[in-house]
């Protein structure tokens, strides 16, 4: 049985008199696989942001590995294994996919040993999106796919134990969401649990283990895909009574 790494307990977070979260739990094991999903404005980005550290909650705390962050810095939480990828993509465009992924390996490097290492690393990581290819290609002119390619390659160059995956996949065609997915389950085999986010619900159901939803900042389900779609409270939140 996994061990648990992420646990989040009563979380609630408010913007003015606006509630985004109120009290929510969500739990996650070692090499899990969970969906994150709700309708427009339910909670999810906000749920990710205090898990990162972008944001610090009200109320609850945020647990991993055993050890309380709910008040550590983002990068501290970084250090720790948690690592994001983000749905717009913002890379350095006046440098080439192998710089792109130097930087944060740099970042990451804890000797000068790891540091002589870096563009090898860089070579490797690369290989591993899928962007072996264009390692030397300014990254300005890669296509959307590889673009979001390179996005989470940045965000695996922390070695991170868990990966959020934010909307990795909102606006590509069809073979290239399964371009993606394909990458996803290769990180997970690896090791790497995943907090998938998507609108994409083929892509959901596929790659979550389980997947919790969220809806007005409260949580109104948790289970199988198989169970998740059947819910009448799921069902009513996406296409109203």
Do not use: W
């Not at 989040?8 to 090499?31: I, W």
């Not at 205090?50 to 590995?65: E, M, P």
């Not at 300005?140 to 590889?146: C, E, G, I, P």
């Amino acid at each position: 049985m996994s061990a648990e790494l992420l646990r989040v307990e009563r979380l609630s977070k408010r913007f003015g008199g606006f509630t985004a979260l109120e009290s929510v739990d969500l739990h996650l094991d070692e090499g899990e696989r969970l969906g994150l999903i709700g309708p427009n404005g339910s909670g999810k980005t906000t749920m990710i942001n205090c898990i990162s550290g972008a944001l610090y909650n009200d109320a609850g705390r945020v647990r991993f590995a055993g050890e309380d962050i709910t008040r550590l810095a983002p990068f501290e939480r970084a250090r720790r294994g948690i690592a994001r990828s983000f749905q717009i993509p913002k890379p350095f465009r006046s440098m080439t996919v192998l710089e792109n992924l130097c930087v944060p390996l740099e970042y990451a490097a804890r000797s000068r040993t790891e540091r002589r290492r870096v563009p090898e690393e860089a070579r490797a990581l690369a290989g591993r999106i899928g962007l072996g290819a264009r390692a030397g290609q300014n990254s300005a002119s890669l296509t959307q796919v590889d673009m979001r390619k390179l996005e989470l390659a940045r965000a695996l160059a922390a070695k991170p134990r868990l990966l959020v995956s934010d909307e990795a996949m909102a606006g590509l065609s069809s073979s290239e969401v399964d371009e993606i997915l394909e990458i996803l389950f290769a990180l997970n085999r690896d090791g790497v649990a995943v907090i998938m986010i998507e609108h994409i619900m083929r892509a959901v159901m596929r790659f979550s283990q389980r997947i919790v939803v969220l809806d007005a900042g409260r949580k109104i389900c948790e289970g199988s895909p198989e169970t998740v779609c059947k819910d009448p409270e799921v069902e009513k939140a996406y296409l109203g009574e």
